[in-house]
Structures are given as C-alpha cells and as structure tokens.
C-alpha cells in the first residue's frame, strides 16, 4: 500500500482569480476552437462542449439541436442500425461534423459500430466508451479501430491518469475521455472507493495530452455554468455534459407528471433503470453504479445552451481572453473554502 500526500482538486475547490483585461463586452469572445488531430487527417471547428453518449441525453433530436448552434453530440450506443440509417442519411454535411458514434468494446458492439459506419461514411467521430478505461483489452480494441478507420476521429475513455491517457493516444485515439466517478448520476465512488477529483484530473491528464498533441475531453461533473468554465481553464479542450442537459424535450426519458409539477427520468448508463432497458437486468456479477433521477423539465435545450455560453463568455471578460482558446493560459485557480451564497434559491 502507499499513499499519494499531494491534494487533489475538484471544481468545488478553487475559484477563478478575476484578471485586467482590455474587453469591452462579452459578445467581443469567441467560443470558437479549431482543432486538428493526432492521427486523424481531419480539422474540426466548433464549440467543444458536448452531449454525453447516455440514453437520456446523447439523443439524435439533441443533436439535431446542439449541432445548430455548433456544439457536439456522442450519440448514445442503443439506437439500432435502421435507426442510424435513417438518422445519418438525413444529416447534412454541416451536422454531421458535430456527430460521434457511440460503442462498447463487445463483439456485438463492434459489428454494429462497422455496420453503421459502412452504411453512413458522412459519420467522422467513433467513440469508444467504458466505465473503466485501465484494461488491457481496451486498449487492444482501439487499436484495432485505429487500423480499420485511419481517418475517422477516435475518442477512448474514461481514464483519469497522465500514463494511461499516453497510452491510449499512442494506441489510436485522438481524444481521451477524462472522468472517473464525477458524474451527477453515478455512484463508483461510493460503490468502489475509486476515482480521482475531476479538476486534477483535468489538468494532469491534459498536460499528458498536449505533449503528444493529443486532445481531452472532461467528462462528468460539471452541475453549473461556472464548472465548465473552470474545466476549459484546467486545460480540458472539450467538456462533456450529462445531468446539464437532461430534463429538456429533446433529451431521453420518460416524462413524469408529480404533484402539478413535471419531470423527466434521468439515470446513469450502469442504473438499473438502463440495465433492465438495455441488457434485461443487472448480471448478479454486479453492481449497480449509477443512480435513477427525476430532474425539472426544462422545455428546449436551446435556452440552456445560451446560459451555459453566456456564462462561459463571461468567464472569459473576467479574465481578458477573447477566445476560448486563451482561457487556460489566463487561468489562475484559487483554493477556496466557499462557492456561491445559497441564501436563496430562484
Ligand atoms: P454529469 O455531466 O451528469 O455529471 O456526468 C455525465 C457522465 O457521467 C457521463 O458522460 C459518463 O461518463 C458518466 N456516467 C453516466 N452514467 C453513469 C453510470 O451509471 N455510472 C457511472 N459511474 N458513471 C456514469
């Protein structure tokens, strides 16, 4: 046994330290990145916030959403190959950019993601998804991806270490999904102990990352505004959103009427909720890691978008960087022992 004695952050921890900047106004910034990839031949330009691949928001009514206003959908892996077809066949070559095709790392899940892809080659974005990123298999399945598309844009995660995001880059992936028990849904760390505080996290593994010329993706966490705002200062070059984007039309879930009050199921996609939907149960192997929510309906994704980019825009005038780009390098994080005043409540 050892212990680690150098204290780890979560966004609850720090602060952003406000900085002189010569902007006017917010709308002077923009949340436009351009990136270009490890192995991937492929630019991508857009607003690096995305859709997580869960069944109650990675949906493709959300990504017809988000893709109007520049912003990323990982499309959950439960959606059927006719499904796919009809959805892929309708995109544009715009919407498609903003797309990724979601798969585990089963045989069957492997014929499907060929299946789709063969059928719908407009598809750019694979990625490739499991709760625990450590495995050696894993690595073996991306890169065997990596062999079959060289030019598809691959994302492997989640993972939480700077060793094992080098790892996965020089396997194949182009993008690292970092994440280990944050999410507003998911019970790891209660049910395993593990998991690693997601700013830390972000800023370790995105140093391993950027040494490569590889990209991360924050993954889970994130509950306000201001949280994504602190993931990009990190150094997350996407952020990747659950629990923030559910509750509207456009997200999976049934709806629930309670009390004169409406609301939509929300779970994690190791609940019991999605096990019985997907896989008819929990295997008596396991447990289940994921929690099974109502949250508030909150009508169309679109109002939530712009408060998240507004919020982040100013986040940017606070610190004087006129494009996303700049945030991490005019970051500093303070220690705090508060966040927001909770005298209130809207
Ligand atoms: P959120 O933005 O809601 O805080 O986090 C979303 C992320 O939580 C997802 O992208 C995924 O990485 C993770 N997640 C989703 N479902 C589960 C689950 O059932 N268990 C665990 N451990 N994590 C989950």
Redesign the pocket.
Same mark, same amino acid.
């Given at each position: 046994m050892r212990i680690e004695y150098d204290i780890k952050l979560g966004f609850k921890d720090v602060m952003i330290r406000p900085k002189r900047s010569t902007l006017k106004s917010r709308s002077e910034v923009t949340l436009d990145r351009e990136f270009k990839f490890l192995h991937s031949p492929i630019t991508w330009s857009g607003i690096p916030i995305m859709a997580? *691949? %869960?069944d109650t @928001?990675?949906t493709f009514d959300m990504a017809k959403a988000l893709s109007s206003k520049k912003l990323f959908t990982?499309i959950h892996k439960h959606y059927s190959l006719a499904d796919w077809n009809v959805f892929a066949s309708n995109l544009s070559e715009d919407e498609s950019k903003y797309i990724a095709v979601s798969t585990g790392i089963s045989k069957q899940d492997f014929e499907k993601l060929n299946d789709i892809l063969k059928f719908n080659t407009n598809l750019k974005f694979i990625c490739i998804?499991v709760?625990n990123g450590y495995s050696e298999h894993f690595t073996d399945f991306v890169r065997q991806t990596r062999k079959l598309y060289p030019s598809k844009v691959i994302i492997a $995660? *989640?993972v939480v270490t700077g060793e094992m995001v080098e790892e996965l880059l020089l396997s194949g992936a182009d993008i690292v999904?970092v994440?280990?028990?944050?999410? !507003? @849904?998911? /019970? /790891?760390?209660i049910?395993t102990g593990v998991g690693y505080p997601q700013l830390s996290a972000i800023i370790e593994c995105a140093d391993a990352a950027h040494g490569l010329g590889g990209q991360i993706i924050s993954? =889970? =966490?994130?509950?306000i505004p201001g949280d994504i705002a602190k993931a990009f200062g990190a150094g997350a070059d996407f952020v %990747?959103? =659950? $629990? %923030?984007?559910?509750g509207h039309d456009e997200s999976g879930g049934k709806k629930i009427e309670k009390n004169g009050k409406t609301y939509k199921q929300?779970? $994690? %996609? !190791? !609940?019991s909720t999605?096990m019985e939907k997907h896989i008819g149960g929990v295997a008596d192997y396991r447990a !289940?890691? $994921?929690?099974t929510v109502e949250v508030p309906y909150r009508g169309e994704v679109e109002s939530t978008v712009q408060d998240i980019l507004g919020g982040l825009r100013s986040t940017c005038t606070y610190v004087g960087a006129k494009r996303l780009k700049e945030l991490t390098k005019r970051t500093t994080f303070i220690r705090v022992a508060e966040q927001e005043n909770q005298t209130y409540s809207e």
């Amino acid at each position: 046994m050892r212990i680690e004695y150098d204290i780890k952050l979560g966004f609850k921890d720090v602060m952003i330290r406000p900085k002189r900047s010569t902007l006017k106004s917010r709308s002077e910034v923009t949340l436009d990145r351009e990136f270009k990839f490890l192995h991937s031949p492929i630019t991508w330009s857009g607003i690096p916030i995305m859709a997580a *691949n %869960m069944d109650t @928001v990675g949906t493709f009514d959300m990504a017809k959403a988000l893709s109007s206003k520049k912003l990323f959908t990982a499309i959950h892996k439960h959606y059927s190959l006719a499904d796919w077809n009809v959805f892929a066949s309708n995109l544009s070559e715009d919407e498609s950019k903003y797309i990724a095709v979601s798969t585990g790392i089963s045989k069957q899940d492997f014929e499907k993601l060929n299946d789709i892809l063969k059928f719908n080659t407009n598809l750019k974005f694979i990625c490739i998804d499991v709760a625990n990123g450590y495995s050696e298999h894993f690595t073996d399945f991306v890169r065997q991806t990596r062999k079959l598309y060289p030019s598809k844009v691959i994302i492997a $995660g *989640n993972v939480v270490t700077g060793e094992m995001v080098e790892e996965l880059l020089l396997s194949g992936a182009d993008i690292v999904k970092v994440g280990i028990g944050p999410g !507003s @849904v998911c /019970t /790891t760390r209660i049910k395993t102990g593990v998991g690693y505080p997601q700013l830390s996290a972000i800023i370790e593994c995105a140093d391993a990352a950027h040494g490569l010329g590889g990209q991360i993706i924050s993954d =889970g =966490g994130c509950s306000i505004p201001g949280d994504i705002a602190k993931a990009f200062g990190a150094g997350a070059d996407f952020v %990747m959103l =659950g $629990g %923030m984007l559910a509750g509207h039309d456009e997200s999976g879930g049934k709806k629930i009427e309670k009390n004169g009050k409406t609301y939509k199921q929300f779970y $994690g %996609m !190791s !609940s019991s909720t999605a096990m019985e939907k997907h896989i008819g149960g929990v295997a008596d192997y396991r447990a !289940s890691e $994921g929690k099974t929510v109502e949250v508030p309906y909150r009508g169309e994704v679109e109002s939530t978008v712009q408060d998240i980019l507004g919020g982040l825009r100013s986040t940017c005038t606070y610190v004087g960087a006129k494009r996303l780009k700049e945030l991490t390098k005019r970051t500093t994080f303070i220690r705090v022992a508060e966040q927001e005043n909770q005298t209130y409540s809207e």
